[in-house]
């Protein structure tokens, strides 16, 4: 089992940055963890793909972050990052932090981020 706990976010004003932290805990399961994704969910809408990377560092955006977030990983930590720059209003939302293994699907329980002026 990997309990994923998300930490960092909160209010910031339009074109502030926040950078969101995901720790995977779990000394067997953290083993298998091979994708890492930071996914959200606004009031009313569907859970959207923010940002992954994967076990060799390659990472992948959504274009509405794309040139503006970015996704890291600290294998040896068990830790996940999402950088989030330039931040706009559209941006808030509660950010899930997901891991992906060989035997199953992690979700954290989320972190909200507010963009507002």
């Known amino acids: 089992q990997v309990q994923l706990v998300e930490s960092g976010g909160g209010l910031v004003q339009p074109g502030g940055s926040l950078r969101l932290s995901c720790a995977a805990s779990g000394i067997r399961g953290t083993l298998s963890i091979y994708h890492m994704a930071w996914f959200r969910q606004a009031p009313g809408k569907q859970r959207e793909w923010v940002a992954r990377?994967?076990?060799?560092?390659?990472?992948d955006y959504a274009d509405s972050v794309q040139g503006r977030f970015s996704i890291s990983r600290n294998n040896r930590a068990n830790m996940a990052y999402l950088q989030m720059n330039n931040l706009k209003p559209e941006d808030t939302a509660v950010y899930l932090c997901?891991?992906?293994?060989?035997?199953?699907?992690?979700w954290g329980q989320g972190t909200q981020v507010t963009v507002s002026s």
């Open positions: 997901h891991a992906a293994t060989t035997y199953a699907n992690f």
């Open positions: 990377i994967g076990p060799g560092g390659a990472t």
